[in-house]
């Protein structure tokens, strides 16, 4: 089945720096690719997605960037703020198959 | 639209207790999903539905058990709950197709003691 790596486990910034986080996977047959936000004590949401079709997507200061030759994809957020701080969990699945495989989590720390 | 909703918020049990932690969608989707989240260990599926009427086992199912009898409504049974259940459970729930994000509920925080 799908494996899904995400690193690292946690992430310290400085307000205004740039944080990245990058996830691989293991089946090529992998097409979607949603990156989650999880706030302390608050549900997982989506806040941005890629579809194998195309290498980057942009949405204000965050944008997911996709090598699938690589089979790696990776959040990128400029610009942090510390309402940026929290758990992202990168995601993957496949036509096929009814469940999503998720990364572990990156815990984003963003320094005022 | 409610979204995805989940009842009750917080519960404590004792060892040995059963109880019953519902969901519940108003979005039409046809998938719904139990997840338990530890810390550090991301989100773990305990079982799923791709339809009124069906289940199936994901990663960690041994304790749990799930009925989906209406198709906005997933519930997980504890019939007799251990401390290693103690957790915070999320549902989700998507609509059909790989390409479909799933849409999570708020948890329900669970204490066994």
Known sequence: GENVEQHPSTLSVQEGDSAVIKCTYSDSASNYFPWYKQELGKRPQLIIDIRSNVGEKKDQRIAVTLNKTAKHFSLHITETQPEDSAVYFCAASKGGSYIPTFGRGTSLIVHP | ?113
């Open chain 2, 1 to 113: 639209n409610a979204g995805v909703t989940q009842t009750p918020k917080f519960r404590v049990l004792k060892t040995g207790q059963s109880m019953t932690l519902l969901c519940a969608q108003d979005m039409n989707h046809e998938y719904m999903y139990w997840y338990r989240q530890d810390p550090g260990m991301g989100l773990r599926l305990i079982h799923y539905s791709v339809g009124e009427g069906t289940t199936a086992k994901g990663e960690v199912p041994d304790g749990y058990n799930v009925s989906r009898l209406k198709k906005q409504n997933f519930l997980l049974g504890l019939e007799s709950a251990a401390p290693s259940q103690t957790s915070v459970y999320f549902c989700a729930s998507k609509r059909s197709g790989a390409e479909e994000t799933q849409y999570f509920g708020p948890g329900t925080r669970l204490l066994v003691l």
